[in-house]
């Protein structure tokens, strides 16, 4: 079904759901704020420089799911990763087509075209990559959004010693720009009130990660350094719902995490034992609206962690609220502010991952912590208000 952009007090926020539809123009009854300058991103708390690269693969054994006219499924995958590398040229964030076109099909006025392009990342372009059997996290975006959403994250992740593939799906999104330079728009926006839109979805983003992973040892130079038998998914919204969707198809994902993704993939009533972690908004609790979350939980049977983000929305673990004041947007009354909701992303992420792909024990997963109170661990602790 059909979820609906909301924006509240004029920041963009996605109601509860894993998929969306354009967010309404700014108005009178949106008060915006003047827009500042360039966004620069958060620099990365990890020890590492951090470099980046981007890969196009083209899986011919299928064709593309929402393009008829397309007789293969081409995606754009971009590589985050240590390198030792401290200066150069700064990836971009957004092309400037490709910030119109979000802007566009998020329906959001009344700045620059441009302005995403000018966002201010950290990760060196091209640099050469570093170290050696590294794990590698699959990274993947809600629906609508474009990878680029998620590049604070996938920043932080690598700086701590990760490879990062994030994988934009391409005609899922506003944006995604192909290997011949063609930016393809977002083609399932049409059919997102179908039955059964998200099974289908999950299943389809579920086949795009296999075939990343068939592809990495081909496809990138530096793949040598990846430890294979070390491999998680992260997902944020439809691209956590796809994260479980990918665990169930793919036994080389060994751990992931929902980022606030309703989920639709139906895990087998004997249980599913790889460790696996809900991170939610304040819509995403027990007893809360979404029946998914309690269902996959009691199915779960190996490690898992549910956590609550008290005042934070369905965003708040993207680059999203980051970027609000370039774009003349004020956050909802009483939200988390953007730079701690990315900070508690970051830790909780970070710790799951140090934990189930270094081996390294993380007491931040195992109680309430007193650094990030506004982290709840449900359902003991957590209730819907």
Request: hydrophobic share 35%; glycine share 8%; proline share 8%.
């Amino acid at each position: 079904m059909r979820h609906l952009l909301a924006v509240a007090a004029g920041l963009v926020v996605l109601a509860a759901s894993a998929c969306s539809a354009p967010t309404p123009p700014r108005s009178a009854a949106n008060p915006s704020a003047t827009p500042t300058g360039p966004t620069a991103l958060l620099a990365p708390t990890g020890e590492h420089p951090v470099g980046t690269t981007i890969l196009h693969v083209n899986d011919t054994s299928r064709p593309d799911p929402w393009n008829l006219d397309v007789e293969s499924r081409e995606l754009k995958v971009t590589l985050w990763y240590p390198t030792e590398q401290k200066d150069g040229e700064r990836a971009q964030y957004m092309t400037p087509k490709e910030s119109e076109l979000f802007l566009r099909g998020s329906k959001i006025g009344g700045v620059p075209d441009d302005t995403l392009s000018k966002t201010r990342t950290n990760a060196i372009k091209d640099a050469e990559p570093a170290g050696e059997k590294l794990p590698l996290v699959v990274l993947s975006p809600g629906f609508t959004k474009p990878l680029s959403s998620l590049t604070s994250l996938a920043e932080e992740l690598a700086s701590r010693g990760y490879v990062v593939a994030g994988i934009d799906h391409a005609y899922e999104s506003h944006v995604t720009t192909l290997s011949d330079g063609r930016v393809a728009e977002c083609i399932a926006c049409d059919s997102d009130t179908d039955p059964g839109f998200g099974p289908r979805v999950v299943q389809g983003r579920a086949a795009d990660v296999s075939f990343v992973l068939d592809q990495l040892p081909s496809k990138w130079d530096g793949s040598g350094l990846i430890d294979r038998s070390r491999i998680a998914m992260v997902g944020q919204s439809m691209g956590g719902a796809g994260t479980v969707a990918a665990m169930l198809k793919d036994s080389r994902v060994r751990a992931g995490i929902d980022l606030d993704g309703s989920t639709y993939a139906r895990i087998p009533k004997s249980g599913f034992s790889r460790p696996f972690m809900f991170i939610g908004s304040k819509l995403h609790v027990p007893g809360g609206s979404d029946a998914s979350w309690d269902r996959d939980w009691k199915l779960l049977t190996g490690w898992k962690r549910w956590i609550a983000v008290k005042d934070t929305d369905h965003q708040a673990f993207t680059d999203i609220p980051l970027l609000g004041p370039s774009l003349g947007m004020k956050p909802a009354y009483g939200a988390l502010p953007a730079e701690r909701g990315a900070e508690i992303a970051r830790a909780y992420v970070a710790a799951f991952l140090d934990q189930h792909l270094k081996g390294q024990r993380q007491p931040l997963l195992d109680k309430p912590s007193s650094r990030y109170p506004e982290a709840q661990l449900c359902p003991e602790q957590c209730r819907q208000s």
